[in-house]
């Protein structure tokens, strides 16, 4: 027998705050968490959250929204961008949850019609290996599809400067000094960590998303931020700049379902480029009929030439990579890694 939905709600917001927050390092959310899984209004609010979409995240995120454009109350004072303090050690749960009750019309209309597309600019860092790997294989420039692409910033990944430490000591630096967009990741456990290309050429980038953010609208952009997490000050203006890079550089956002649009968009990849599909933790938000039509497409894709997929994906995530040939796929994982590209543990 299924359990209630708000069984699930609750089991939801527990396990955020308990895992999630925990481990990206976010004591507010923590407390708010384990707070809304004890409150009937709050969890009451948080079943007209859109199918598919986390009620945790949406929740956090509408509070944050409001707050960013200016709705006033005393919450404000625990978010750092706002504030610009610290993060306060005082208890935030009672000013939410007033909050929360206060402007319940517009958090629903926010939860209840918008997604978690978030844009995590760090989770280049645990696509930058694998890239570097299908570059050596392949020797080819890649065409790189980006499923789920929300903004699609993450395909600038080159454009990008990156710091790898082991043991907190710097030993692996890539890409472009100069970029105003500085990403940091830890390497845990055994350092074999795999040498990175000194270039990984790009011919084309594309991304799919069912309704990708379009960065001139202030208000996307707005959302976009209130999806980061309050204590992660440093990540909103990684985002600003690198929506400005964006400005800058060739890339191609299609809107629809990644099961209708990617055997076309496949269709027009030169063979002399790799193929390289991938996604960062967004196929939850698929439903398993059109994971499997995305998957079909690339065994097809495959009879005719070379296919990688690159995943950043799952509840503990995992960075995987898949090598389509001839209609089969072969699939490796090479790290566990943060869901937020902070830290990886690599396997191979």
Not at 210 to 220: E, I, K, T
Request: charged share 20%; hydrophobic share 40%.
């Amino acid at each position: 027998m299924r359990p209630h939905p708000l069984n699930d709600l609750q089991s939801a917001f527990r396990r955020f705050a308990t895992v999630e927050a925990k481990d990206l390092a976010s004591p507010l959310y923590e407390e708010l968490a384990l707070g809304v899984a004890n409150d009937a209004d709050l969890l009451d609010i948080s079943l007209r959250t859109k199918t598919h979409q986390p009620a945790p995240n949406m929740l956090f995120a509408a509070a944050q929204y409001l707050l960013l454009t200016g709705v006033e109350h005393r919450l404000s004072a625990h978010y750092p961008i706002m504030s610009g303090q610290k993060p306060s050690h005082q208890s935030a749960f009672a000013d939410f949850r007033d909050f929360c009750l206060r402007h319940q019309d517009a958090v629903v209309e926010l939860i209840s019609t918008r997604r978690t597309q978030t844009n995590v600019v760090r989770r280049c860092t645990c696509l930058l290996p694998a890239f570097s790997l299908v570059s050596e294989e392949s020797g080819l420039p890649l065409a790189l599809i980006d499923v789920g692409a929300s903004a699609g910033l993450n395909l600038n990944f080159d454009r990008y400067y990156y710091t790898y430490t082991y043991d907190r000591k710097e030993r692996t630096n890539w890409g472009m000094a100069g970029s105003r967009i500085h990403l940091e990741a830890e390497i845990k456990g055994c350092t074999t960590f795999p040498p990175l290309a000194p270039t990984i050429p790009v011919a084309s980038r594309n991304g799919i998303d069912l309704d990708p953010v379009d960065l001139d609208d202030s208000d996307q952009l707005l959302w976009l931020r209130a999806l980061i997490w309050p204590e992660h000050v440093e990540r909103h203006q990684q985002l600003m700049d690198a929506a400005n890079e964006f400005t800058h550089s060739d890339i191609h956002l299609h809107a629809g379902d990644a099961a209708d649009v990617l055997p076309g968009l496949i269709s027009t990849i030169s063979n002399e480029h790799a193929l390289v599909v991938y996604s960062t933790i967004a196929l939850y938000q698929f439903p398993r009929e059109n994971l499997r039509r995305v998957k079909r497409a690339l065994i097809e894709a495959s009879k005719k030439r070379p296919v990688w997929q690159i995943a950043l994906e799952g509840t503990d995530p995992t960075l995987s990579i898949t090598r389509y040939r001839e209609g089969a796929g072969h699939p490796r994982i090479l790290a566990d890694a943060s869901p937020h590209g902070w830290w990886m543990k690599w396997r191979d």
